[in-house]
């Protein structure tokens, strides 16, 4: 089945620490996404990356981090210096605008 | 800058009864736009997109929009409202880098027996 897989589920960290949130996708697109959804804000952009080797900022990427080496995978790194982690995070792909998303991950950091 | 505004934070309809959810866009060029749908604790998925083809689009799940130029709307209609509709529900609109997307901060619907 073709298909964005994000894990875990459920992430709970303690403040202070670094951590990563896991996409995959095997769609064989070459765009992928990372939004963070917070309550009643709808979901926003934190970075994407057109291609292997490339990612750009979204609208808040302050305290995130990604890596893009392989076409398949598009870890997010939710660094200490984010003030604000709790949030549930949203991966996607994309050919042209249709994005398609993974399942979620929700982090809970105490 | 590309913007959506969804009117309706929240909706509440009977079951059976018609579905609009309203939604107001901002583009300075000819945008496209989608509408997307969450059940809880879930992912998206897209209803249906809008790309400057016909201004009524048909989705999935007998959902359709119809965009107006003139308005500035794009708004979500379905004819009949089923339990299995209540969701969250928003209209996104493209960015013209990356084909990123904008999203509006959703509408809530809620179906009742």
């Known amino acids: 089945d073709g298909g964005i897989t994000q894990s875990p589920k459920y992430l709970f960290r303690k403040e202070g620490q670094n951590v990563t949130l896991s996409c995959e996708q095997n769609?064989?697109?070459?765009?992928m996404y990372w939004y963070r959804q917070d309550p009643g804000q709808g979901l926003r952009l934190i970075y994407y990356?057109?291609?292997?080797?490339?990612?750009q900022k979204g609208d808040i990427a302050e305290g995130y981090s990604v890596s893009r080496e392989k076409k398949e995978s598009f870890p997010l790194t939710v660094t200490s210096a984010q003030k604000n982690p709790t949030a549930f995070y949203l991966c996607a792909s994309s050919t042209y605008y249709e994005q398609y998303f993974g399942p979620g991950t929700r982090l809970t950091v105490t | 800058a590309q913007s959506v505004t969804q009117l309706d934070s929240h909706v509440s309809v009977s079951e059976g009864t018609p579905v609009l959810l309203r939604c107001n866009y901002s583009s300075s060029y000819s945008p496209s736009l989608f509408w997307y749908v969450q059940h809880p604790n879930k992912g998206l998925q897209l209803l249906l997109k809008?790309?400057?083809?016909?201004?009524l689009v048909k989705g999935i799940n007998g959902f359709e929009a119809e965009f107006k130029k003139s308005e500035t709307s794009f708004h979500l209609t379905k004819p009949s409202a089923h339990m299995s509709d209540a969701a969250e529900y928003f209209c996104?609109?493209?960015?013209?880098?990356?084909?990123?997307?904008?999203f509006g901060k959703g509408t809530s619907l809620l179906v009742t027996p």
């Open positions: 769609l064989n697109h070459d765009a």
């Open positions: 809008y790309t400057s083809a016909a201004t």
């Open positions: 990356s057109q291609i292997v080797n490339d990612f």
């Open positions: 996104v609109v493209g960015r013209l880098s990356g084909y990123a997307l904008n």
